[in-house]
């Protein structure tokens, strides 16, 4: 303690501090070791406590009359913490050493800018007899602050907020637009965005555009409850109420840059996202969902969120999102219209997610990861289908609709728990995209000849019985052997479930997506013995690919020969 005291049954006018019962203390950012803690008087202590030291006068009305017993007449609540006349609040300057702004819960606010040498009375010449509650310092400009003024108990609830640019010199009122029923208990600006306001009050939380000319209801999904104190922190907004817990609105990047009365087709720069695993009920896009759980906290979206302002849309139209790399190629894109030959089965890949495409604001998290894999239809494979997640770096968003195309830049952070460099991210990088595209390019060309070798025993079964059909019978069946074995060694198309690759093994392309599922990792590196089994099932699939491209290039345009001398005609275009 300041001044060891017993302070039971002692009225405050004969106590040497009276201390608020939230009495502030603060951290010196200017000085080290240095704390600041409130009284009547403004204490200073450089060693953690042992000494203490008064740097200012008495900076409250100091009316005897109201420092007396704190109850009666039969019971008095005397336990040294019902003081009146205290400082209720403490701020140091964030831009300037010796610059401390106090506020009394009787009124007064004062500031000192040589480290407590002299002090000089700043009350707002109209404020009342007031709990100044809360003072902020703007991060843009030392001689700007704010304060928040509470009279509830006074029964007045107004709000009372106001701002100076000259230290205190002078005074504006900010607070128009707030409910006149809705009193203050905290103000406080962006750090990136000059002039963004919010303030917290009785009734919730209210924002500001315009340094608090104007205020409007910034309420969202949190309960209306009084809100006790606000904080900007690292792009985000923390919100402590009186009984409803803390709140953080997440990502503060949208409100930064909202204007008013801007365009109605435009993209939002994306906050940059780390490249970290996890998952959130934030990381989709229902518009239902309100970003609160009734049983836990939600995580914030681990992928670059985008957001998205959009006129009024026709049924018809569509709208795409791009995703592009530093080289402009694009990676994965995304439509608000479902590829019509697209489908979900067991053991397949998931469907892409669908675009919002209302009118105004709309949201879409991109999870980072780079286009999904193909599937082959009603073959279960055991395996994640999904890209690798992009490395770090800066991408390119581009939303269409309606012929017109906005863009913005994403960035993709490095994962700060982890000691990866540049080159081992592009190296997995790299070695991922390779196995992911000629997965794509295996499916597709067993989806491409499945679709012929059914053509063709279709063909064959209606052929008519004859010596001019001899030939194209015996080469059509004999081809489509040939395609059915390829088919064999590529998918195994008897699995249907879970484990039922105990009675039917997996072929080739489900091995190969077991090692692009190994090679994935939260630590984004490749080991020799997943570089070893590449190098093994790319000999492998070599020798696969070569025998489906002399399918392609040689026996399906022999047998279409065969068909046009038969007079039937070619089926099949080669490749």
Known sequence: MAAPFQYLSVDPKDMKYRFNWNAPIIWSRHEPNTFYHAAQQLLKTSDFGKTWSEVSPDLTRNEKEKQGKGGGPLTNEAVGA?????????????????????GSDDGFVHVTRDGGVTWKN?????????????IEISPFDK???YIATTRYKFNDHTPGLYKTTDYGSTWTRIDSGLPRNAFTRVVREDDVRRDLLFAGTELGIFVSFNGGRHWQPFQLNLPVTPITDLR???????????GRSFWILDDLSLIRQYRPGASDFSVYQPSPAYLANGSSELNGSDPEFDGANLYRGVNPANGVVIYYDLPELKKEDDVTIEIADASGKIIRTFSSKRDASARRWDGGPALEPLLSKKKGLNRFVWNMRRATMPGVPDVYIEASYNGHKAIPGRYRVTVRALGRSVGADAEILANPLYPTDTTTYREYGTFMSSMETELTDMHRMVNDLNEKRKQLDSLLSTLPVGEKYAVAKRDGEALSKKLKAWDEDMVQRRSRAYDDVENFPNRFTANYMFLINQSESDLPRINQPSRDLYAKMSAEWAVLRSRADEMLAKDIPALNRILWEAGIGAVWATK
């Open 232 to 242: 900007v922190h690292r792009g985000n907004l923390i919100a402590a109420t009186s």
């Open 122 to 134: 700043v009350t707002p010449r109209e404020l009342p007899e007031t709990l100044v509650n809360a």
């Open 82 to 102: 019902e003081n009146y006349g205290t400082i209720a609040y403490v701020a140091e300057s964030p831009h300037e050493k010796g610059v401390i702004w106090t």
């Open 143 to 145: 001689g700007t602050a």
